[in-house]
C-alpha cells in the first residue's frame, strides 16, 4: 500500500504507564541483519511488526484472512493461528479485540495500522523497548495527546505484554533462529539475482531507468521478512530508512526480491501521483463496486488509481526484468479490476526506455475519462 495517514481511529494513546511483570524472557535476543553484497537490500528479522500481527491472527476469523479467492495467511501463519487459539483465554482474546482492533472487527486497515504506529520504535526483540515505546508514543505521534481514546493506552500494553508471556514469546523464540537461517541463504540468492539481472544500475535503478525518474534520495531495500502472510505487503518509513516487508518467506527469493518495484513506486513516483494533472484525471473516473475497500481506505480516486498505477508499473518491470512471461503477465496481478488489467496491457504495448512513466499513465486514464 502507499504511504498511509494516520487514520483517526489509532489516535488512542495516553501517558506512561509501569509496565506489569513479564512471567517468560524478555527478549529473544539481538536482532540480525543481513546484508547484500552490495548494500542496497538489507533482510532485518524482528518481532516489533510480527508480534502484533499475532495478535490480529491469534483472534480474528478465518473469512479475514482471505483475499483473491484464498487465504493469505502462509503455513507458518496458519500453524501460529492454531497454536494461539489453543493457547489463548477469553480475557485476552477480548482484550485483543478491545485495544489492538480498535473495534472488535478485524479490518483490512488494522493490519497497516500497527506497523505505521511502531515504525519509530527501534528495530528490537525485547518486549520492554515496544512497551516502552508505546508509553512514549506521543513523542512521535502528538495528535495523540488529544485522542479521546488516551485513557486506553495502560490497557494496551498490559494487553501486549499478556500476549507475549501467554502465547507469542513461547513460539516466537523458536522460530526466529528458523528465520535468521533462510535470510542467510537467500541472501546468497539475492546477491546471484543482482549479479545476473541488475548487475550495471542495481533494482532501483532499474526502476528508475524504465520510469523516467530518480530517487529523491538514497534508498535502501530495508525487507523485514514476515513468515506469517503469502501476500499482502506494505510500505513504511522508519528513520532513515523507507522499507517494506517481505512476502511469504519460504517462498523462492525471485517471488519475493520484486517485492520492491510496487512500494518503491509509491516513493519513485510521487510527484506524478500527487501533480494536479494526475489528481484531477483520477477523481473524475467512476469508482466501481470493485474498487469499493481501496475507496474506503484512500478516500478519494486519486489514491486508488495511484495503487492500481504502483501494482501495473510492478508487473511491467518483472517483465522487462525477465521474472515473468508478458503472455501471461494479467494472471500475476493481485487487483483483478479491469481498469487495472488494462492500464498494465497498455504499460506493456506503449511504455518503453526514457519515456515518463507519468506521461504513460495519463495517456491511459485520459482514454479511460474521454
Given at each position: 500500500m502507499k504511504w498511509l495517514a494516520?487514520?483517526?481511529?489509532?489516535?488512542?494513546?495516553?501517558?506512561c504507564v509501569e509496565n506489569t511483570e513479564l512471567s517468560v524472557p524478555n527478549s529473544i535476543g539481538e536482532v540480525v541483519q543481513i546484508a547484500s553484497a552490495d548494500g542496497s537490500i538489507v533482510l532485518r528479522p524482528t518481532m516489533k511488526y510480527d508480534i502484533f500481527e499475532c495478535m490480529?491472527?491469534?483472534v480474528g476469523s478465518d473469512a479475514d484472512f482471505v483475499a483473491s479467492g484464498g487465504s493469505f495467511l502462509s503455513e507458518e501463519g496458519l500453524r501460529f493461528q492454531s497454536f494461539a487459539r489453543e493457547r489463548i483465554s477469553d480475557e485476552l482474546a477480548e482484550d485483543i479485540k478491545q485495544y489492538i482492533m480498535f473495534d472488535g472487527e478485524l479490518r483490512?486497515?488494522?493490519?497497516?495500522?500497527?506497523?505505521?504506529?511502531?515504525?519509530?520504535?527501534?528495530?528490537?526483540?525485547?518486549?520492554?523497548?515496544?512497551?516502552?515505546?508505546?508509553?512514549?508514543?506521543?513523542?512521535?505521534?502528538?495528535?495523540?495527546?488529544?485522542?479521546?481514546?488516551?485513557?486506553?493506552?495502560?490497557?494496551?500494553?498490559?494487553t501486549v505484554e499478556k500476549f507475549w508471556n501467554e502465547i507469542?514469546?513461547?513460539?516466537?523464540?523458536?522460530?526466529?533462529?528458523?528465520?535468521?537461517?533462510?535470510?542467510?541463504?537467500?541472501?546468497?540468492e539475492v546477491d546471484h539475482i543482482i549479479d545476473g539481472r541488475f548487475s550495471s544500475?542495481?533494482?532501483?535503478?532499474?526502476?528508475?531507468?524504465?520510469?523516467?525518474?530518480?530517487?529523491?534520495?538514497?534508498?535502501?531495500?530495508?525487507?523485514?521478512?514476515?513468515?506469517?502472510?503469502?501476500?499482502?505487503?506494505?510500505?513504511?518509513?522508519?528513520?532513515?530508512?523507507p522499507f517494506v516487508t517481505s512476502v511469504k518467506i519460504t517462498e523462492p527469493v525471485d517471488e519475493w526480491i520484486t517485492t520492491p518495484f510496487h512500494e518503491f513506486s509509491h516513493i519513485l513516483l510521487r510527484d506524478v501521483f500527487y501533480s494536479?494533472?494526475?489528481?484531477?484525471?483520477?477523481?473524475?473516473?467512476?469508482?466501481t463496486e470493485y474498487d469499493e475497500s481501496l475507496f474506503h481506505w484512500y478516500g478519494d480516486m486519486r489514491g486508488v488509481i495511484e495503487e492500481y498505477c504502483a501494482a501495473a508499473f510492478d508487473i511491467f518491470l518483472q517483465v522487462k526484468a525477465g521474472f515473468i512471461e508478458e503472455s501471461k503477465a494479467l494472471q500475476y496481478h493481485y487487483y483483478r479490476t479491469d481498469l487495472c488489467l488494462d492500464l498494465t496491457e497498455y504499460l506493456l504495448k506503449n511504455h518503453g526506455p526514457g519515456k515518463d512513466i507519468g506521461e504513460t499513465f495519463l495517456e491511459f486514464l485520459r482514454s479511460r475519462t474521454g
Open positions: 494516520l487514520p483517526i481511529a489509532i489516535l488512542f494513546l495516553s501517558c490480529l491472527i491469534a483490512p486497515t488494522d493490519h497497516h495500522i500497527w506497523p505505521q504506529l511502531m515504525r519509530n520504535c527501534p528495530t528490537t526483540n525485547n518486549i520492554e523497548e515496544i512497551t516502552d515505546y508505546i508509553n512514549d508514543i506521543e513523542r512521535w505521534f502528538p495528535e495523540i495527546v488529544e485522542s479521546s481514546f488516551m485513557r486506553y493506552k495502560e490497557e494496551i500494553v498490559e507469542f514469546y513461547d513460539y516466537y523464540s523458536d522460530l526466529y533462529p528458523k528465520i535468521v537461517g533462510y535470510c542467510k541463504e537467500a541472501i546468497k544500475v542495481g533494482i532501483l535503478g532499474f526502476m528508475e531507468e524504465w520510469s523516467g525518474h530518480r530517487f529523491e534520495r538514497r534508498v535502501r531495500m530495508v525487507l523485514y521478512p514476515n513468515p506469517f502472510r503469502m501476500m499482502g505487503a506494505y510500505a513504511v518509513e522508519e528513520p532513515g530508512d494536479m494533472g494526475f489528481r484531477g484525471i483520477a477523481n473524475n473516473i467512476e469508482p
